[in-house]
């Protein structure tokens, strides 16, 4: 069974950092290129980072330069650093294994990252 878990959310001033944290089991995890996607109020669901099994990794515009994924797969895990926060982050974040562009398996709980003064 899959189960994916997010971690690390929180409320944080305009500029501050998060690290978000994923843990995740029941598949194959090194295989997989694996994403951050986020929603925020009233918005669809999008993808904002996402690396593969060989570590290269893409970012959707908005957060390039701010936002660093990374993975570690001995611990199945995979996190997300987000630097110099702006309102327009807040979202609730949610880890998956990718599939064009999309999450591959069912989402978890996911994590609110609120920015705001």
């Known amino acids: 069974q899959v189960q994916l878990v997010e971690s690390g959310g929180g409320l944080v001033q305009p500029g501050g950092s998060l690290r978000l944290s994923c843990a995740a089991s029941?598949?194959?995890?090194?295989?997989?290129?694996l994403g951050w996607y986020r929603q925020a109020p009233g918005k669809q669901r999008e993808l904002v980072a996402a690396?593969?099994?060989?570590?290269?990794?893409n970012y959707t515009d908005s957060v390039k330069g701010r936002f660093t994924i990374s993975r570690d797969n001995a611990k199945k895990m995979v996190y997300l650093q987000m630097n110099s926060l702006k309102p327009e982050d807040t979202a609730v974040y949610y880890c998956?294994?990718?599939?064009?562009?999309?999450?591959?398996?069912?989402w978890g709980q996911g994590t609110q990252v609120t920015v705001s003064s």
């Open positions: 998956n294994a990718d599939l064009l562009g999309r999450g591959r398996y069912p």
């Open positions: 029941g598949f194959m995890f090194s295989i997989y290129k």
């Open positions: 690396i593969t099994s060989g570590g290269s990794t």
